[in-house]
Structure formats: C-alpha cells, structure tokens
C-alpha cells in the first residue's frame, strides 16, 4: 500500500464494526426487555398490528372485568329476590290458611294478618335498601321509565330490555293484525220453555250444572250464570236479545262449553235454546275456542298469547298486556322508552353489540300484582282485601300474580346472568389467550434467537476490532520505502 491520506480498509472496518455494535446493542436491548419490536424502526408492519393487538386486549380486558361487575350486580339482586320470593310463599300459605274460617278464631285471623303486615313490610324495606355500590337495585331505579302510554289501550307493560343508543328514546308502535277473542256461546229466548232446562256450562277453568226452571226469564238465567262466574271462567250479558257467553279469558287456551243435559234440545218451539253463532244456529252441544292475538312491534311480528303480546329482540324484549277492549280490536297502539334500565358494557369495544342492557322492575308491594284485582299492599291490615275482609278470592289471585311477578323477574336475571354474562366472560377469556399469543408471537422477543445472535455480534465486534487495528497499522509500510 503506497497511499496513506486514505485508508479504504480502516473506514471498511469502522463501517463493519458501527454495524455490529449497533445489532449487539439491539440484542442486548431485546434480551433485557424481553420484547423484539421495542421501536417503529424493529419492525414497523409489525408494530402496527401488535398495538392493534394490544388495545383489542386492553377492550378484553375491561370486558371481562366488566362483565363480572355485572354478574356481581345481578347476584345482589337476585339473592334479595330470593328472600321476598319466600315471604311471598309464607303469606300464600297464612292466606289458605285464613280461607279456612269454619275453623278460625277471630284471634287466630288477626294473628294471620299481623305476619302477612310483617312479610310486606319487610318486602317494602328489602325493595328500598337493596344496594350495590351505592346503587338501589329494586325500587324501580333500575326499571325503563315510559311515556305515552295509553291505559285505555294496554293495561300492563312490562320492559325488559331496550337498548337506548346514546341516550336517544325508542319509540314503540304496536300495530294489531288480528283481535283477540274469547270463547263464545248464546243462549236465545225470552222464557225457559215448559220444560225445565239442565245446562253444563265450562271452561278450562271448570265446569258448573245449572238447571233452570220451566219459565224461567232471561235475565235470572243471565244472573244465575254470571253468578257462578269463579267457578267455571264464562260470564254472561244480554246482547241483542240472547245471551252471550264469554270466557273470562282470551286465546286458544280459552274456551266456553255449553252442553244440554236435559229438557228441549231439538231447537223447536219458543223456549230458551243454545246456540253457536249470533245467528241463532241451534245446537245441544257448543265448544268454541278463543283467538290469539296477531299484531307486529316496530315491524317485527310478536308472539300472541291471548291478550298479551311478547316481543324479544336485539334491541327491545317487552310483554305488553292489552285491555280487553282495545285486543278485540285492530287499531295501533304506540308508547315510548325514555330512559332507565341498567345497561352493561360486556364486550371489547362500545358499541350496540357489546352493550347489553336490563330492566329491574320495582318490587315494592304496590307493584306486585296487577291492574284488574290489586296488589300486595292491598292485603295490609284495613286495606281492600284484608285476610278480615270478604275478597279471600282477590286476595289469592294478587298474591299468586305477585309471585308469578318476582318468580318471572329471577328466571329473566338468572337466564341474563348465566347466558349472557357467564357465557360471556369465557368467551372473552379464549378470545384474549388467542389474541395475546398472537401478539406475543409479533412483538415478544425469542430468547433462543436473540442468545445466539447476541453471540454472533460479540464475536464479530471483538474480530472487527482486531481488524480495525491490522488496517490502522497497514499505512506503516511505507516507511521502508524511506529506506
């Protein structure tokens, strides 16, 4: 070598060397932090996809959490309900027992009607004291606020869910297709005939004889049918001059009998006569069954049960219960969800499908029950329908409606609990092991990998310094040349 000013072979090494410094600084960093992309610069695509990653795991995360959270709330409340779901069977039990005053003291009535004081009392303070962090749980807090509701059109609305995207109300239309209709008969004639007339009349609820007179006049047949009412679920009133027979209820379940046991059954002559249609078709033997309701909620058809319409979807689960008039007819019906209910962020991200929202109706004994008899309060001492009063009848029906109500309320927040929240959390369980092994295997670091090149850039440091030093002593050579 006769040139000294520039040493080709010393920048060459020096070049050599900066690089393996610099990858022996990048495996000594990748092996103390245990990750392989630590800068944009490791591996851009690759960060990119690991910080996705990452935030979908921290949505995980704080889905999971929050989904036990939710299970946590809905434990709380249903172990509260548990407790009034029992004092509602002590007070059924004291209510059959109070039926039974052939055999009662006054006493022992009074001693009755002091324990079922007691059991709704203590569902009244149980309603308002339940709690979870702060947050009462079943006096109606947690319950879908509504508007625009039309008593005259639906007698009992029960919200189950509705989700409220970014607070904005829902707007309900329910628009009937087909009436409800109960059971029908008709009894037509002025007068029973000179020949006594033996009836069976029933329902699904039960049967009754009757047996009428020769002579007997339309309105004391009316009367007398209308009079065994509880017993066999048809009532009675003159429409158009005959008698027409109801069942109480409506739907296909429901239906009104009328059999002719013994007296005119051929349809001749004048007397009182069964008959199928309002037309006056005679017959011995009527059975007529009651319609379903048809009708379709915000353009999704509901399931009809008699009068009762069930709607459950993504966005609104709801049981609207129609008055008997407006279910015989087929006009609209609209109401709003204002607000209310308690909603839960169990997914990754916040959206409508990662929100799932409830509502947890009031408990309170004035609102177990319902509309046409009463409710639980109404069986307090000096109330309506006292254990010391004459509607034992009512009495039961509220109390049986008022454990259907808490029963109803437990299996909708143990079926939300288990198949929502439960089902939930091991879902996003597997979804987060999957996610974080597929962003361990982007970002994380291989300790074998980066051993051995930690070894590699070592030995190749330590031989480019030794090499620097052979190339920095070359130019020397020239000194022979200067003899």
Known sequence: MSRINTNIASMNAINKLVANNEDLTTRLQRLSSGLRINTGKDDPAGLIASENLRSEMAGIRSGISNSIRASNVIATAEGALNEISSLMVDIKELLVSTANTGALSSEEIDANQLQVDSAINTIQRIANATEFNGIKL??????????????????????????????????VNVNQTTSAQTGVAFLSG????????????????????????????????????????????????????VIKLESVAFGTDAYVS?????????????GMKVNSDAAGTNSATVKDYGVDIAATVNGTAATGSGKKLTIRTAMLAAEIDLTAAQALSTSATTFSVTGGGTSFAIGSKVDAIGMESIGIMNVAPSQLGNSDDGYLNTLKTGATNALSGDNIFTAQRIVDDAILDISKLRGRLGAFQKNTIETNINSLNVTLENVTASESAIRDADFAVESAALTRSQILVQSNTSILSMANAMPQSVLALLG
């Not at 007068?191 to 069976?200: A, D, E, G």
């Open 258 to 270: 009328v059999q002719i046991l013994s007296g005119k059954v051929d349809g001749t002559g004048t």
């Open 190 to 241: 002025a007068v029973v005939s000179t020949t006594p007339l033996s009836i069976q009349i029933g329902s699904g609820q039960g049967t009754t004889e009757l047996t009428f007179a020769a002579g007997t006049a339309q309105a004391d047949v009316n009367t007398a049918i209308n009079a065994v009412k509880e017993v066999t679920g048809v009532s009675a009133h003159v429409s158009g001059g």
């Open 138 to 171: 079943l006096n109606g807090n947690k319950d879908y606020t509504i508007t625009g509701n039309n008593t005259a059109q639906i007698g009992e609305l029960h919200v189950n869910t509705a989700k409220l995207i970014d607070g904005a109300a829902m707007t």
